[in-house]
């Protein structure tokens, strides 16, 4: 279980609630009664290595030896620096791949011959002693990357020079023990980030401190600068983000020449996270040079710590708000359009069956109108054959041509009584049908349609309602930002105008220091001018 690799994420909610409380709890990292005094200034040497001989040299390079190099080094030197856009930006790292300096299995001088492929006494006759670190001559590294007849180690030689050189300068034109001992470790998986990161946050927090001293985080703090004003890539951000490793309630972050304790909480909107007060028990006690006979028993627990990392999931705080409104806004357009189309249809439709029923009614119309006059009609045969009837009883006579006529009558008449009949059973029809879409036309308008309509309008107006109060929240957003923008600039102008006052100040002292100087000269002038006239006094008397 001691081995084993634990790697754990955990929720937005539930770490959020946990630094608050255990900030509330137990505080920060300060002692008790402590008053921060910043430094009046901090003097910062800012002379760095001049590195337009390693430019030389990687202009003097064919696209061959070049390509070689990118094969061999791009892992270890382009993440070195991307991982500065958000701060320990790192995936998800095996706990093989974080350096700890545990033990030296080789000595400097071993090491140094296995990096550049050179003899044991040509090495040791080269290595220096500075301050209480020992060192090599970039002038020596630069002849063998010239010199050397293996393309590979002059490769080699020349990332072992950025390395020293550029990430982690320590004295100008030399290359630290330290630095030859991580870059053996390159080989082997190890990933330098957290290094850097150790030893850039190390350098501020020694120069803060001591009011004065020599950062070597330049390079990596400019990469931070290009990363910030350049490269806004979304698809970069992780969506999960490392925030303590085993008991530690922080990233403890190993270097070359030292440790220290990082909390990525403090940043978490550089990952375009919702930001929250993060938890710093503890930071101020981290701090761990590399001396002393008992630093590695710290060390080796720091690095097992990496071996539990802990994730906390990455809550995406909403930046562009006037796209979400328009999307919002597009969307309630859309079903806004598709129940006036819907509405639009049913009206149509309510149309088309009014026409049918205004049709329907004229056809019965005009039944009624045919029916009377079939009826008229039928009247009317009715009596002509009542007369006909009459008058053969009357006549006597058989069956002549009157008779006939009288049959053919009789005759006309069935036909007109069964026209009579089909017409009133047309009638009948029409009037059920009649009655059958009035009925339709009662249940299409007592129809669930249009509560239904009614409750979507309804919908639709609290969409717009609470689109509106988005529009509102957004342009109180925007009003907070500028004012919080026009409080900057009256800061800026109150920072320039007192440093203007403390140059004039200084000026001013200037000047009172020369005056107070020349005045002092005069004053000892003028004594030794008393001096002189008291002896000539005394000779004088004497004489008298």
């Known amino acids: ?302 690095s097992n710590a990496w071996r539990q990392m802990h994730w906390i999931k990455r809550l995406t705080v909403v930046t562009n708000c006037p796209v979400r409104v328009g999307i919002i806004k597009q969307n309630f357009e859309k079903k806004s359009s598709e129940f006036g189309k819907k509405i639009e249809q049913l009206e149509e439709e309510k149309m088309h069956l009014k026409l049918e029923v205004d049709i329907q009614k004229s056809e019965e119309e005009k039944l009624q109108k045919r029916k009377g006059k079939v009826e008229e009609d039928l009247e009317s045969l009715k009596t002509d054959y009542k007369k006909l009837r009459l008058s053969i009883r009357t006549a006597g006579l058989g069956k002549t041509s009157e008779q006939w006529r009288q049959e053919e009558a009789q005759a006309r008449s069935e036909a007109l009584e069964r026209s009579l009949s089909e017409s009133k059973n047309e009638k009948d029809e029409l009037r059920a049908k009649v009655a059958e879409l009035e009925r339709s036309l009662c249940l299409y308008r007592n129809r669930n349609s249009v509560t239904e309509l009614k409750a979507s309008l309804s919908k639709l107006e609290v969409m717009q309602g609470k689109i509106e109060e988005l529009e509102t929240t957004l342009q109180n957003c925007e009003m907070r930002i500028e004012i919080l923008e026009a409080n900057e600039e009256q800061w800026k102008n109150q920072l320039h105008h007192s440093q203007d006052q403390v140059r004039n100040r200084d000026y001013i002292m200037g000047e009172a220091v020369t005056q107070i100087r020349e005045v002092a000269d005069y004053l000892q002038s003028m004594a030794v001018q008393a001096d002189v006239l008291s002896v000539k006094y005394e000779l004088e008397s004497d004489r008298g």
Not at 2 to 7: A, H, K, L, T, V
Not at 78 to 88: F, I
Not at 135 to 164: M, Q
């Open 1 to 302: 279980m001691e081995n084993e690799f634990i790697s754990k994420v955990e929720d937005n909610a539930t770490v959020r609630a946990w630094s608050e409380k255990l900030q509330i709890e137990k505080g920060d990292s300060l002692i008790e009664g402590y008053t921060s005094e910043l430094q009046n200034f901090t003097r910062i040497i800012v002379t760095q290595n001049e590195l337009q001989e390693l430019k030389d040299i990687w202009t003097s390079w064919d696209e061959g030896t070049k390509q070689l190099f990118y094969q061999s080094y791009e892992i270890d030197l382009v993440p070195t620096l991307k991982e500065y856009a958000a701060l320990l930006r790192s995936p998800k790292a095996q706990v093989r791949k974080i350096y700890a300096k545990l033990t030296n299995s080789q000595t400097f001088a071993k090491r140094l011959v296995n990096i550049l492929g050179m003899s044991e006494s040509w090495v040791t006759a080269r290595i220096q002693q500075k301050g209480d670190s020992k060192c090599v001559p970039w002038e020596n590294l630069k002849d063998l990357i010239l010199t050397h007849p293996d393309e590979k180690k002059r490769i080699e030689i020349f990332a072992l020079s950025i390395y020293g050189l550029v990430i982690f300068p320590r004295a100008l034109r030399h290359v630290d023990e330290a630095v030859t001992n991580l870059f053996d470790h390159l080989g082997k998986g190890v990933t330098p980030v957290p290094a850097i990161l150790a030893e850039t946050f190390r350098s501020l927090s020694m120069c803060r401190k001591a009011g004065e001293g020599r950062f070597i985080g330049w390079a990596q703090l400019l990469m931070v600068w290009f990363h910030g004003h350049f490269w806004k890539v979304d698809k970069m951000v992780p969506d999960e983000i490392l925030y303590r490793c085993g008991d530690y309630n922080w990233v403890p972050l190993l270097g070359i020449w030292g440790a220290t304790g990082y909390t990525p909480l403090l940043t978490l909107r550089h990952y375009k996270s919702r930001q929250f007060i993060p938890t710093t028990h503890g930071l101020a006690q981290c701090e761990l040079p590399y001396k002393g006979d008992h630093y590695r028993k710290k060390v080796r627990e720091l």
